[in-house]
């Protein structure tokens, strides 16, 4: 079966409170932001008979605003605007690499943040990044706003918490009090472009006093249902020295937090390898 546009109602809100308020009256209804996601679906006439809720007039959510203790990305941002965005390169980079990998330019001009996170992949591939700046997703209901943990946002593969009615209005951005002393941000794929991670990694350091770490910050995409911060290594890599006992026993408690599967892109075995050597790379700073 093909798209059949005519079988469609489009619901066109011009404000957010509009988004908000249309969706309340027609909940059946799916949103749509850049598309790069649901014209698949649409192609494929999974979308026919449905009410669609176009969001691309929402211009307050078109919005990057930088305030005093970080960066409020909003919803309908696309993954190239973020690239461009000269505050994001200097202060967010690996957010900035990770929007650069996703699809090929055509995607990266049409899909957005907030699609990328609503459609929840286990290879969304601005996770990891998104997991290591420990941002908030903030979201918008008929009974108002919250914020949501970017480590609570992900329900399972496809799946987000997000309640009935509720949209995401934006992403924020925490600056960090000190710069990281390294940030490293990779996916490995099967091809440069218009590849889906096999596994992707993001990762800062904190260097503290003494040739001491004062903090890691660790995330995996693709080796779990939903982005996985490694914490188990996280804290055992607190206040010790990066040597190479410390990396690889830091490396050995990868899988208390992740738990790769056999699918058609990868085994579970090459994307443990290749993962571990990644993480590895990164903490002797052999990866920049
Ligand atoms: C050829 C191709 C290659 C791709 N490559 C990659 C890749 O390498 N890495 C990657 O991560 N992704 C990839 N994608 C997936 C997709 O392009 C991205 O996830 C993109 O960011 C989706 O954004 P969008 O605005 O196009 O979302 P849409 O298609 O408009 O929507 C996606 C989902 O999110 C929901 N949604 C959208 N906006 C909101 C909102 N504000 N609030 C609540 N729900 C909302 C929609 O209802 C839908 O379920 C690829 C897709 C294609 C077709």
Redesign the pocket.
């Known amino acids: 079966m093909r798209g059949d546009a005519k079988s469609m109602t489009v619901l066109r809100p011009r404000s957010a409170a509009e988004a908000v308020k249309s969706y309340a009256k027609v909940p059946t209804a ?11 679906g649409w192609n494929l006439g999974v979308l026919n008979g449905r009410s669609i809720l176009d ?1 691309s007039r929402v211009a307050e ?1 078109k919005k990057i605003n930088v305030v005093s203790d970080g960066i409020d990305i909003g ?2 941002v696309t ?1 190239s605007e973020i690239q461009k965005h000269p505050v994001i390169r200097k202060r967010f980079p690996l957010l900035v690499a990770a929007c650069g ?3 090929a330019a055509q ?1 990266q001009n ?7 996170i ?2 929840a ?1 286990p ?4 996770f990891p990044a998104l997991a290591v700046y420990e941002a908030t997703v903030r979201v918008l209901g008929q009974s108002g706003r919250r914020g949501v943990p970017i480590s609570e946002i992900f329900a399972g593969v496809k799946k987000t918490t ?1 309640k009935p009615g509720e ?3 934006a992403v924020f951005l925490p600056f960090t009090d000190t710069a990281p002393t390294r940030g490293v941000f990779r996916k490995v794929g099967t091809r440069a472009a ?4 096999k596994t992707m990694f993001a990762g800062l350091l904190f260097n503290g006093k003494g040739g001491v770490l004062a903090e890691a910050r660790l995330a995996f995409g693709s080796l779990a249902p939903t982005v996985r911060r490694l914490y188990a290594a996280e804290s055992f890599l607190k206040g010790r020295k990066l040597d190479d006992k410390t990396i690889n026993a830091a490396a050995e408690l990868m899988t208390t937090d992740v738990s790769p599967i056999d699918d058609i892109r990868s085994t579970r075995e090459y994307r443990l390898v290749v993962s571990r050597n990644l993480l590895i790379a990164f903490l002797k700073g052999e990866v920049k």
């Open positions: 799916m949103p749509l932001a850049g598309g790069t996601d649901l014209m698949v969001l959510w919803s309908l993954h990998t996703v699809g995607i049409r899909g957005t943040i907030g699609g990328n609503a459609n992949s290879a969304g591939d601005t997000l949209l995401i209005e218009q590849a889906i991670s």
